[in-house]
């Protein structure tokens, strides 16, 4: 980002070979509106949860998500994310957390199901070939604790690919009252991409009777 100066109270700035124009701040001028306030609230917390998504390496992701775009990934996992917050900064909806972008598809028919205490197995179709997906796309899941929580808890999928199928897995003893799961596919060859991450409300599962499996979109 090359700044230039300012015109009229804007600040002109070069980004990516196209000169863009933004607010200059100005003080506040009395008491902040309630949705001003609550909307810094948010801000502030998907600063945070960013900075969970880079110690989960997730923020080139949303690097390459912004490729050849005026917006660089930090606007894009804001923008993408704000929604999920309330105005006390909380995480309000979990299911529409996005912790990655969404650059390749989600294998069909993703199911988790409880197999015993502690131990989950999720399963999805194998067969056929998506475009845009490799056989050797990684499974990763990853687990959060609560709504004030931003950390991303990786878990062991055991190596698993989109071509296995199925994955079993259990939380392990220092996360295991973390309720909130995500399911991510990440390429791993050519460029950093993922599918978005598809939810998971692990308490909910765990106390449908028969312990019923959790289809399409998660719960």
């Known amino acids: 980002m090359s700044p230039e100066g300012t015109i009229d109270g804007y600040v002109v700035y070069t980004w990516r070979g196209q000169r863009c124009l933004r607010n200059k701040r100005r003080p506040p001028e009395g008491p902040l509106p309630r949705g001003l306030v609550a909307q810094q609230e948010r801000i502030a917390s998907v600063a945070v949860f960013y900075q969970a998504l880079r110690e989960a390496g997730l923020y080139p992701y949303w690097q390459e998500a912004a490729r050849d775009m005026v917006p660089h990934g930090y606007n894009l996992l804001t923008r993408a ?10 995480i309000r909806d979990f299911t529409k957390l996005r912790p990655t972008p969404d650059l390749m ?89 993922c599918t978005s991450g598809r939810y998971y409300n692990l308490n909910t599962l765990k106390t449908w009777p028969n312990i019923k499996a959790a289809r399409s979109r998660g719960i």
């Not at 994310?81 to 909380?90: K, S, W």
């Open 81 to 90: 994310n704000l929604p999920a917050f309330g105005e006390d900064g909380t």
């Open 105 to 193: 598809p989600l294998p069909d028919g993703l199911t988790l199901e409880a197999e015993t205490e502690g131990t989950w197995r999720l399963t999805w179709d194998a067969d056929g070939w998506i475009p845009g997906t490799a056989d050797d796309d990684l499974l990763r899941l990853l687990a959060m604790r609560n709504a004030d929580s931003f950390t991303l808890n990786a878990v062991d999928a055991g190596g698993a690919m989109r071509s296995d199928g199925e994955a079993r897995f259990s939380l392990p003893g220092e996360i295991r009252d973390n309720a909130h799961l995500f399911v991510i596919f990440c390429s791993r060859t050519g460029a950093a991409r």
